[in-house]
Each structure stands twice: as structure tokens, then as C-alpha cells.
């Protein structure tokens, strides 16, 4: 059993890590905190915990996240840098699904993130968690930083291409979809149903902070600087991404087949037939990206359609797979919800 | 380990069956059959079930359903009454989720579903599903008549009341709201997206299907016909009934304690404390009842809210219920999954 | 032309006053209040007015509110009574679109709104507008109370058989339904898109602020107190009442030729034939009211169902048909928009 | 006054004519046909016409067509084909909102609509009805091709830079979302609300048949054969298209100012300022075309914003656009409802 406690447990990444670890047979909740509903029972907050989360909220201060084997971080960006060291120090191992140890280059961080970093130090040590690229370092790793929702859809869509060095790297489009609890769950105006109900837009084309993610994880793999146009969009759904991806062809391969057998053994990727167009809801609630490859009209741009659940693949998911590995457990394990559809 | 079937697999309660059947540790999927679909697989239809459920439809004549333990009916009303006695003589218990023994009154049941009943010597053994209700009955019966999705929501929130004879039940009005996947996954106009979005409706308020099934079942509990109003209407949201109950106090009792203690000991009926509001998603894809009871400025109504996922405990959540019960397991074997909130 | 100023135009009553006043052939829009948005473009906010509305916010103290003819409040609760005589003095009439001149009985409108009212004088001869019942006095008032959305909806279904006093007006249930924009757009976490939305919820069952406002209204017909349980819900559409209302027979009389010949000549209230279920959307932004009326089983309860757009005949539809009452106009002019169906 | 009749009358672009119509000053309604409603009032199948339109359904064997002045064909493609000629040589002047008329190349048609052409005479004469391109051939047209939805919003945002040359037209790429009414009014699964609703998928990425009509109207103005990547996406939302159009700059020149100055003039096309995001809701249920433009990063890449009703200026708004140049009224007559939003 590992004792795991949970800092900032009031937004929807809290609560859908709580959904997952409440159905996990290797984790003992411990802690959960929150300055403003300290006291005051977690499922008083979300009745579909009733009788499934027995917590209560704790203040920050007072919470033995010390005492725990593992911390998730469900805050804001900038909390995570600020309180990690000291739960290494004590041996407290530390998940992050916020953005503080996603970018490798602090400078960058900073300029996307608009504040200085409290822990560089912590930065170079932290191991990027997408199971699907480091899955070994994530094993021995002490501090993870959990991708972005976007990012997990994107990078998994080219994934394969950047590595077979089969496309135009240096061009890259993806137009991204988001739903609505991607925003968090802020009392703001333009995320209230009668404003995002009925309605679509584009957000942040002049520059989204997913995008030096995404760019910092396929040049990696590129092995030199990739250029990428990166679109979000907010989508009147509750939960969902769906990331249509755009690349010019430089070599020509079996692209459904580098497909498959990249993933071949990866359990949660799952590379549809061709000539499939994946639903968001095929993934609903589930940690599981559902990738498609087209070639319109045979010509020379290919079209990979990749979807998750912004919340599970793209966030508390994924966090727990992290966890499994980080702690030697089957990698799927408290993971084997099926999808809800409809 | 259960062999079970499930006939006409291709509607929302059939794919819910499926996808709580898939995570159920006692069942062995054998056979699931669909005249349309014959020979294509399940998981094509519903790619929610990928890597989940390896079957293919078979069609009716040619599936193994004599071999099976247990066979539910997922079909329209009018199939399990013509099929369901070959199954019981070949030893096979059945669960039907349609309404073909449901109605004691076999002229009834006529009446309302406009067909000759085709077996109305079975209807009088079938048990009606409702745990809550004939736990007993269900243990040991061979054919279970699975409760519709509105009258789970209003006997459950009904019940303690009529069992006390503490309201008038000679006038009790229930206002049933209903996701949209109530209304099954046929083509029709009524229930597009573009009809059926953004908008709300009452229908059938001349006389609903589940008027009398409600009538029966309040009825046998009061020990004398209940006059009830009841007024469905189409609301946009997948999945959820909420039933607003209104009922006059006759006699006066402690309410709150009335519904604590009549749903103590049962799993998946939740009484929520004084002046709650459950909400359709807190229980969203799970086998739970919400239920609140109010009284508005202690005057001589009763208000009781009771909310369920009208797939999970309003069908195929109530069904494995049922078919637990049936085969002595923990009646909450496979039922556990957290609801999906957001 | 009228010279019209508006107080408080950034909620969904002000733009949606701003999108019937800028097709109104008689209306010079003069000035529109924002403390917060002063000095920026009213299109801005609400890019489906440009090229429509030029105006800019202004702030409350410089507006040439006096220089208006007349002057709507579209502001929260208790802002119009502290505003309107000044403006009364000035000769500009009234109209408001909040609750501060609704409740004839100063102590019950303090209590159920939580302040001291600042101008009880004036709540005696505020004229209650709604025109189906109080056109005469609308004509000649210089402060009207523009009634609330679900009362609108609740008191054009009940007043018929109120009026006729053929039911049971001790006990009367008003089931009533909203869509999310009737919670006005105040940044608050309970109606975010990805809690609002693929749910539904009863609200304030123990008592809402509308119920002594419906209660007024029909007492008044009725000529004696009427008992009534309201129940308000939360419903995941962007606009749209649906009132389900239920009273019991007391007097047989052709109830379906009783409300033709109510409305026969209301030009906003549309009695559908026989057994019909009327759509929200069947009114969406338009300043319409659909009611059909049903006596289920020809039993002992009448069902009438009552459906508005909550933001049009419920809020600023209505307040401009007031305005046309007010100013001499024919009643319908400005509003003869064409529901907006899908 | 212009006598109007329309074929086929039952779909959503069928009603949105109609909800034009009914408020256009100078049109008389004569006829609107439909095989299978043929006898029941208009406002019996769609409510929000009671009152304003009296129309009852004809059988198209027998309807006044040629009394008209005008026909709308809002049918499914291939009926206009066989029906145009003979309006014609009577005298009426023909719509047709489906695609039978807009692709100039007859075998290309063929290929994409899978159907022999019955009048591949006519194609030559019609006129493609995209005011902002053909603005006098229409005036003059006795036969309109009038564009689809996808089509008017990818070409209004890719004009000017195509015209200009100043991108690389041999390698653009169409993001493009839809609201659901754009799949008609057509009892199929797919478009099921609870299919649609809470999900996001793009279709037919192997080749949609406005891929070949989008090429056509950008290669005619490129002067050369444009390269375009197109995909389109189910949006649950009920109406609206957002392009999100991606090129690559060739040339420098001021896009901002290049868009503003294009459409100038034009009464239905709105370039919003530097760094907008159109909402899909800001033109719901209006004629217009909003346009934001953006240079990310200042890059290499272009991305354009571009959204309609796809009802209105994606169908029929932009048909009685059409109409309203064919006989001469000002273009914008009949045409300038607010947008309603929320």
C-alpha cells in the first residue's frame, strides 16, 4: 500500500485523481488539502464520492504530507516549486500535474509562465511523465511532472513520425480541441454554461503555454528544433481532447503500420484501423489515447486524429500511471475503467 | 463464474450491460446477439469497448444461448415474452430489461403496449426487480422482470412514505425529468441532437407507459390503489432521471429519519441530509439512488428528489444487480465504479 | 422616438434589451451603465452587437439618465429603488427589470431578499407589468415592475383557471424548469459550463425568492391566499421556462376552450391545440408564451405546461412590450421576431 | 413583392428560410412543397412559425411553382437537377441550396455525388451564389448554385490572401468545426443527441464533397490549381462553423489591413480587430461572416478565424441574400436580426 496525500483537492483534476485512487486496491489515501474548505468533508463538496472518500479537506499547514510515500500536486502553476524540496527531503516522493517542472529551459518557463522559478534546481532532476517516452526514468524518478492535457493528445499523435523522421518537422500543425473542464474550475465568466453551451472559438492563437511543451518534447525526439503552429479551441463538452494533427510527408513508409508498432505494446495507446475517426466519448472517463491515421486523397499532407480524456490520460490518469510505475505496480492497475458511452 | 448472453446487444442499455459485464470478475461473456449485426464485432459498434469486449454479434438462431446460466434481454418490448420460456425449460434464468413482465394485469399490460401478450402465464412468476423492494423473490427467481428507469426513480422516492401511510397517496404528482438516452438509440427525428438540445419538453402527458408499472408497484405497498400523476419530459443531457415527488402529509412522522432508516442497510439507495439537492451527476455512470427529502416552509407538501443514471440503476446497473442476488454473490459485485463527476 | 437609457447593461437582460431595443423602430438608445466597463465599446463585450449598437459603457454617475424619456434597470436586486425616484422626479418613467417593485408587501419583499427596502413609498404605486393582466394601469405608470421569468411563466398558466376559480387554489404545484442564463452571468462556480452541463438539479426547494411573487400575483385573482409549492430546477440549456403546473378540478368547465378565449386576444400568448407539448425552443428569442393544457386520464388533476424564453418574455421581451404600453405603441412593435428553431 | 415558392421544406435550411422569409418585407410565401407532409400545416411541424406562417404543405406534383417568381430548391442533392429546367423556361428564377449546380466541372460532380448529372447544361449557366465574389453575375442570374456552409466560411477566410498571393496555395489547410444541423434533419444514429452531445469527432477526412467546391472557387481566383487539406468536425452545438485556416506567408504584406480592406465594403462580412477569437454564437442566427487574422509568434504561418451560421449565411440567409440582389432590393432586406446570444 502506498500512503499517497493530495495537495489542492477542490478542482477537477482533485477530484477525478480522488474517483481513481478511491477505486485503487495498492493506495491509502492520507491527506487531501484545501486553505479554503479546510474541515469540511470532500464529499460534501462532490456527493459522488459519498461513501467512497471518507476525507476530509486539511489545511496545507497542518496535513501529514510528510508522513505519505507519494504527493500529487492538483494546484495551480508556481505551488508545486515552492513546496517540493522540503517533501523530498523527507523522502516523499512527488507528482506535479500542474506545468512547474514541464519545461527543461527555466528561462522559457518563466516568459510562458510569468513568474520567476522558485526551484530550478528541481527542474533538471524532474523527469517529464509520459510513460509512452520515458518510461524507465519515471521508475526511479522521485519528482515527475505530469504532461499537459494537449500536450499527452499531440505528442503521442507525432510521436512516431518525428522519431521515423518521415515528415517535415519543421511545420507542423496541430488544431486542438479542448473540452470545457480543461479551464479548470475557476468561477469565471467565459467558461459559464450560457457563454461556452452552443458555442466554439479558437483561444490563444497568438501563443498557448502547451505550445513550448509540446515543441520542448518533439524536438527532443527530433533531434533538432521542430516548428509547430499549435491551435487550442474551447469545445462545448465537459470532458475531452481532440487534437487534428497536420504534417507534410518527406518519406514515404507504411504510416499505419509505424503506427501500430509503435504502440504495439503500450497499453493505454490504441491505434484504430484505417480510415477511423475516433470520438471523444470513446475514451470518456477511461486513461486510454485513441489514434487514427489518414492520408486524404493519397496526397502529401497526412491527418492523425488523436483523443483522450483531458481529465484521466491528460492529468489525474495519467498521474496514476505514473504512480504504478514509480512504485513497481502493474502499470494498469485502478486504470481498467471502461469507457462511459454514451 | 456466470455464462451469461445478452440478446439485442446493439441499444444504449445493451452497451451498458456490456460495459459493466466487461468488469464484472464473476462473468464470462458467452454470446451476444443482434440481427442486424450478425458477424461484425462489438467493439467496431462501440469503440468505447475496444481491447474490453472481444465478441462478435452473432444472430439469434445461431447463438449459444442454451449454454448460458443467464440471459438478459436488451431488446425492445415484445421479444424476451416470446423467447423467455424456451431459455427457462433449457434451465437458463432470464432478466429482461424490457417491460413484458412488468404489469401484473396481464389486460393491462395490453392496453398500454398495444400487443396480445404472448406469455401470460409467465408473467404471473416473474419477479419485479427492485431489489429495494423483493430481494427475496429475486434471490430465487427464475425470470426477472428488470424495473423501468422512471419507476426505480419514483418508487424509490415514494416508497418510505407509502409504507409509513403518512401522505395522501390517492394524490401524489410525480415530475420525472429524462436524459435523452432514455429514449434508446433508434434513428428518429424527436431525438436529434438539433432537436433535443437546447430545449425541453414534457411528452406523453395523456398517459406514460410507466404510469401503470409505478401504480402497481406504490399500490401492492399502500394495500390499495394510489391515484398518481405522472409527467415525464425530455431533457437535454445522455444520461440521468431526476423525479420530483410531491405528496401531503397525512400524518406527521420524522421524514428524514423515515428515509434514513428504510434505506440503512440498502447499498445503493443514498439519503442525502436536510435540504440537499442531488444533482443527476452525482451519480452519473454508477448504480446509485441520491434521494432528499424536503418540506417547504413546514408547510403540508412534501417535496422528495430522487435522482439515478437512468442506464445504470434505472437498467443494466439494476440488471447485475438483480442477476448478483440471483447467483449469491455480494450484491455489489461489479457495481463499485465511482460516478464521473464532471 | 423614445430616448431610452439602460442601468446596468453587462448581465444577459441588458444585451439581450440591447438586441431588441436596436431592432426597435422607436427607440434612440441614449445611454447604457457599467461601473466596471466604463468607457469601452457595449460591442466589445457582446461582439454580436457590432455594427448594431455603438454606444460605450458610461459610467453611472455621468450618464444623461434625466435626459432620458425612459429608463430600464437591468441591474441586481436593490439598485433601481435607490435610483428611481430621482429619475421619476426628473419626469423619466421607469421600468425595472429587477425585483425591487414587485412584492406589494414591503415586509415579506425584505424578508425574502434579505435587505431594508429604500423606496417602500414607491412600491405602492410601481405598476406589477404584467400586460395580460395589468395592461391598463401599464399604459398610465411611471415605475414598472417587470415581473420575474418564472413567475411570467407560472401566472399566464394558472391564471385561466384562477381566474375562473375551477380548481383547488389552496394547493397548486408549480414544477418549473430554467435554462442556466436565468442565473444571470455572475462568474459562480455552480453554473460553469462543466457543472451545469449533462446535469440537472432542483434548486432552493425549501423556498425561492419567486414563490411570494407568484403567490401575490394569484392570491389577487383568486381573491383569497392561494397555497402553492414551486419548485425550482436547473436545466442544461442556455434559455428557456418550461412550467409544468398541477391543480386539482374543483368546477368542470371546457378547460381547453377556457384558456382560447383568456388569450384570444393577447398577442404574445399562444394557447396550443389539445393534447399538445410545447418546446422550449418553440419560443426561443421570442416574446412568446405557449401553453397547452392536459387532463391526464380525464382524471381529477389538470396539467397545464407554460414555456417561455426566460430572457424575452421573462425578462426583456416583456419589459419592452411594457415599453410600447407605456409610450402609445402598438404593443407588438420591436418584438415580432421569429423563434429561433433549430 | 416577390411571389416565392420552396421545394422541399422539411429540413432545418427549409425552416430557416422560412423564419427569413417571414419577416422579409417584400415576399409573398406561395407554396412550399413537401411529398410527405403534403396537406399539414407548416406551423403544425415546426411551432415557432404559429402565427406567422399559414402555409400548409403541398404535394410538389401540385404546387403553383410556376406562379412563383422565385423557387428555392431546400432539398437533398439531386432533386433541383431535375426540376430547374422547367421552372425556368416558365419564367421562375431558381435557388437551389443544395449542391447540384456549384461544381462547374460535370464529371468531378459526378465523382463526388456519385449520381449521373441530370442538366449538365445548366451548370455552365448557374451562378455560384457567394455575393462577396460574384456580386453582379448574380444580379442577373436566372440560376444560383448557392455555396455550402463549409465552403462560405473556408473561402470568405482564404479570399484575400488567395487574391493577394501573398501565401502558399499549393499547401492550405481547412480546420473546420460544425454545429450539428449541418447533417440535416435526418433521422440517422450518428446525429443522435445522445450520440453528439459531450463529444467531438472529425469525419469523412479521407474527402468531404466540399473539398472539390471549396478548390474550385480558390483556384478560380488563385488563377492556378490551389493545394487544400480539409477536415471537418461534428461540433455538438446546433448551429455554426468555425474555419481555422492555416498558410504559409510567401510574401509580406499588412494581413490585417489586407483582410479590412477586402471586405470593406461588404454589408455581411466583419473583420474583427488584431488578436479576436470569433465565438460561433457571435453571428447565431444572422447573415454574417466574422473574420479574425493572426500571425502567431510572427512566424511563417497564417491562421485565420472564420465563423458563420451555418443556416443563415451557410445556407439560407444567404440565399435571400440572393435573392434580394436577383430582384433588385437593397442586399440587406429581410436580413438584419441580432444575433442572439446568449
Known sequence: ???????????????????????????????????????????????????????????????????????????????AMKQAQELLD????????????????????EQWYGMPHAAPHLVAEAVYGLPELNRQQIRRARLVANPGCYPTATQLGFLP????????????????????????????THILFAEASDNFKAYAVGGHRHLPEIR??????????????????LTPMIRGIH????????????????????????????????????DTRSVRAANTCRIAVHRPQDGGVLVVLSVIDNLVKGAAGQAVQNMNLMF????CLGLSQVPVLP
Not at 518525428?162 to 468561477?187: F, Q
Not at 520542448?216 to 525526439?221: D, E, F, N, P
Not at 497536420?246 to 495507446?269: H, S
Request: glycine content about 10%; some cysteine.
Open 1 to 79: 500500500m502506498v500512503k499517497v496525500g493530495i495537495v489542492g483537492g477542490t478542482g477537477y483534476t482533485g477530484v477525478e485523481l480522488l474517483r481513481l485512487l478511491a477505486q485503487h486496491p495498492e493506495v491509502e489515501l492520507a491527506a487531501i488539502t484545501s486553505r479554503g474548505e479546510a474541515g469540511s468533508a470532500v464529499a460534501d463538496m462532490f456527493p459522488s464520492l459519498r461513501g467512497r472518500v471518507a476525507l476530509r479537506f486539511s489545511d496545507p499547514g497542518e496535513a501529514p504530507l510528510k508522513d505519505c510515500n507519494l504527493v500529487f500536486f492538483a494546484t495551480p502553476n508556481g505551488v
Open 90 to 109: 523527507a523522502g516523499v516522493r512527488v507528482i506535479d500535474l500542474a506545468a512547474d517542472f514541464r519545461i527543461k529551459d527555466v528561462a522559457v518557463w
Open 161 to 188: 513520425l518525428v522519431e521515423a523522421g518521415c515528415v517535415d518537422a519543421t511545420n507542423l500543425v496541430a488544431d486542438a480541441k479542448s473540452g470545457v473542464s480543461g479551464a479548470g474550475r475557476k468561477a469565471e
Open 216 to 233: 520542448q518534447g518533439l524536438s527532443l525526439v527530433a533531434g533538432t528544433q521542430v516548428g509547430l503552429t499549435f491551435v487550442p479551441h
Open 243 to 278: 487534437a487534428t494533427l497536420y504534417a507534410r510527408v518527406t518519406r514515404e513508409v507504411d504510416f499505419q503500420a509505424l503506427f501500430e508498432e509503435r504502440y504495439a505494446r503500450e497499453p493505454f495507446v490504441d491505434v484504430l484501423p484505417p480510415k477511423s475517426h475516433p
Open 328 to 331: 513497481g505496480f502493474d502499470e
